[in-house]
């Protein structure tokens, strides 16, 4: 199952969290997946983009099992990574061309 999901119609873009069965939890390839979407959603004009979830709750935040496992990791290249990778984000979303609505529902937690 794709964890995150991305359209275009009409210069519309929507972007899904898709894994409510598990919260819509982040980790390093969800969070990367969803940096490169928005970037997607960019260079195909979308003149707006919904970023939305799928299920009762937009995102519990940062996978717990995978921040253990990247914290108690000795080599914290990992973890230096996935913290550059919310900047990334960032980038992302501000340097959207179009108009970015959240669709937030349910529990919201972390900065995604």
């Known amino acids: 199952m794709e ?3 991305y359209q275009s119609e ?3 873009g929507t972007i899904t969290l898709n894994d409510p069965e598990n919260g819509n939890t982040i980790d390093d390839k ?3 997946r969803i940096t490169d979407v928005f970037r997607l959603s960019g ?3 979308d003149v707006c983009v919904i970023y939305k979830a799928a299920g ?3 995102t519990f935040g940062a996978n717990l099992k995978f921040g253990y496992e990247m914290m108690t990791n000795p080599d ?3 973890a230096e990574k996935y913290l550059w990778n919310f900047q990334e984000l960032t ?3 501000l340097g959207h061309p179009g108009i970015i609505i959240a669709g937030y529902q349910g529990y919201v937690v972390g900065g995604v």
């Open 3 to 5: 964890k995150v999901l």
């Open 91 to 93: 980038r992302a979303m």
């Open 43 to 45: 260079q195909n004009k």
């Open 56 to 58: 009762p709750n937009f």
């Open 10 to 12: 009409n210069q519309i």
């Open 76 to 78: 914290k290249s990992r």
């Open 30 to 32: 969800t969070l990367t």
